[in-house]
């Protein structure tokens, strides 16, 4: 029984983490999708929002599950048991921060593998920070987000 935590800020969650959730559950018997809980970041929505967003948008994967942690990922990865972290790799320019972090991560637990999605070539440019800004000057995000998010996204920023 493999389990994988898909872990991330989730702020909102956006089509290319959803193509991840999808292939991600092929991949794992169980999935975790997991925010982080980070009062130090200046976030558009809380956790509970984002967790229920993601809940929302996942409801049709039996084997995925939505939560929240806080602290160092690999404590939480351990906690629960999980064979393998998740993350979706856009451009080089994500390479080296995730690389540095998934290096750290097998230091701090052998356990636990670090295993990268690419993601799919619709998405490659899509992140949440950007589709707020979008949003925030009154940009068109359909086709970026699931429509539910996308009202509340407009709703936050009104
Ligand atoms: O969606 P994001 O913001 O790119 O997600 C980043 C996240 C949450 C996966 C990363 O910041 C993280 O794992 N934070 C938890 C704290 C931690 O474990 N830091 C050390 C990483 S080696």
Redesign the pocket.
Known sequence: MKKGIY?????PVTNG?LDIIHRGAKICDKLIVS??N?PN?KSLFSVEERVNMIKESTKEYDNVEVNY?S??????AEEQRADV?I?GLRAVSDFE?EF??????KK?SEKVETIFLMTSSNNSYLS?SLLKEVAKFGGCIEGLVPDSVKEAVYNKLK
Not at 7 to 11: C, E, L, Q, R, V
Not at 71 to 76: D, F, K, Q, R
Not at 100 to 105: E, F, K, P, S, T
């Open positions: 872990p991330g800020s989730f702020d983490h925010v982080l980070n970041k942690f602290g160092l990922l690999i404590n939480y972290i993350k921060y540095q972090m998934a290096l750290m991560n701090l949440s």
